[in-house]
Structures are given as C-alpha cells and as structure tokens.
C-alpha cells in the first residue's frame, strides 16, 4: 500500500501549539528543577518521584523549536539524519518517562494513604534514587531503537505513520516494536494510576478519613494526577490503536489520511503534559508551594499586606493587628 499525505493541516495547527507548550513549559519545568535543585530541602523519597518526572518534561520540551520548525518547513527536516533519530528518541523517552513517573507518584500516594505502615513509606533517599534509576534504564530500553531506524535520505522525520513504504511497520520490526511499546507503555500505567486512585477512594470511604485535610489535598492531589494522565495521553493511544487496526483492513487513503493526521495532532496533547505537569510539582508538597510563591513575588506582596496592618495599630495599644484577629 503506497499512500502519499500532504499534512496541510498538520502545517498550520501544530507550529504554534508546538511554540507555546515549548514556552510555558520550559518556563514552568525550568522553574521547577531550579526550585528542586538549589531550594527544595531535604528531599524525601516522593521528591525524586516528583524531581525525575520534571527532568524527563524538561528533556522533552527542549525537541519541541525543532518539531515546530518541521512542520512550519512544510514537513521536510532540516536537521539530517542523525539528529532526526535522536530527535526522535528523546521525544518517545521522555515521554514515556513522563507516564513511569506519573505511575510512580500515583503508587506513591497510594501507599502512603492506604498502607501508612507500610517499610516502603520510609524508603531512604539513596534507595529512591535506584528505583528512579531503573524507571530511567526500563524506559531508555523501551525507546533507544529510534536512534537506529534507518532514514533512507527522506526529508521526512517521523516515527509513526501509515503511508508510503519508507516506514510501514510490517516491513520494519523496529517500528512494529514502537508501536506496540508505544501503547503498552500506555495502558499499562493507566491500569495501575486507575487501581491506584479507585484504591484510595475506598479507603478514605471505609475509614471516614476523607473530612481529614490533609488527607482531602492527597485525593485531590491523584484525581489531578488521573485527569492529566488521561487528557494528555489518552487520545493518541486510541487513534493509533485505531490507526493500526484500520491499515490491516483497509486500502482507503482518505480514512487512512484522516487518522493519521488526527493522530499527529492528538500526539501533540502528549507534549501538553509536560506544560501541565508543574501542577503536579506544585500540589506535591506545601514546601514546593512555599518556595513557588516566594519565586513569583506572592510572598512579598503578604509581606507588605503584614505591614500595612502592623501600622494601623494604635501606639502603645496591646490590640492585634488585623492580620492575627
């Protein structure tokens, strides 16, 4: 099957969708590693959950310029080869490092909220760092066959499609693994993040712990977890399990040009994960929350608010200000 697609929507979408999740989130990822690396102490196992998930958003972000210059030159890359496949990888690590560390700070709150005693909640820093470590080797094992695809002098620089025979999955084992990778790496997590969360809200139930504050910010802290997982990732794996499943039986390059031009854009929401993802870093921990304000001035503006009241106090008066009533 040789179908040839123009991508003129694909041309005009996704260059400033590109440019501004680069943006905000090299701006929010940028400002969240500079926070964990020189303010943020002392870490606590969830820290290096939280810290690896916005480095493999950060690595991420940083392909993006390149994506959107793809797209703006008509989908010719411009960049060789190389680059192209190693363009390529870090997307698809990244990405999926972003859905391992998602799973792992859902199976942290889990633990935490539904096993208190459990040896794991007291993991020390260095045995974090480890498990951390082999998410990181799981996920470069998934990805690292994009750095050997070969290219074949194309212009283009894709990982996934359904056209022409350059890069058809059945006449390439590599990309049939990367597709199949692609959604497993998927479904997978979300069955985990899922039982997590279903987990958690049974206890909180079953003990009657959900007026506790503390405990409300960890349910609300994994329900954002989910609605991110699933907004970000959840649109691309069904349009390209639909993708698949169509190319096996049908020879219309219309539908075929349809979802696969629906799946390009849906790709792009996975990016979208790392501009949302600072949330995450935000509601991990009141210290990030603490140090996040004072970053962007909030805790200055309370501090001038604090001494406005401490000079409407009377001389000599023992009464509060209107800050302590």
Known sequence: MHCHFNGTLLIQLLPPVLITEFILGIV????????????LKPWKSSTVIIFNLALADFLLIVVLPFRASYYVSRMKWMFGDTFCNISLFLLAMNRTGSIMFL???AVDRYVRV??????INSLSIHKAVCCAFGLWVFTISMTAHLLAIPRDNTTRCESFTVEGKLQEGESNPMLMWHRTGFLLSFWIPLAVILFCTFQIIVHLRRTQLGQNAKIKKALWFITVVVVVFIICFLPSNITQLLAWIKKTESKDCHQLEVLDTAFYITITLTYLNS????????????????????????RQAEDIADTADIRLEKPGSNSKSISQL
Do not use: R
């Not at 929010?28 to 303010?39: D, K, V």
């Not at 501009?275 to 909030?298: C, E, T």
């Open 114 to 119: 539904v096993h208190p005693h459990h040896p």
């Open 28 to 39: 929010g990822n940028g400002l969240a590693l500079w926070i964990f690396c020189f303010h």
């Open 103 to 105: 799973m792992a700070v």
């Open 275 to 298: 501009m949302l993802d600072p949330i995450i870093y935000y509601l991990s921990s009141p210290a990030f929350q603490k140090i996040f304000k004072k970053a962007i001035g909030v």
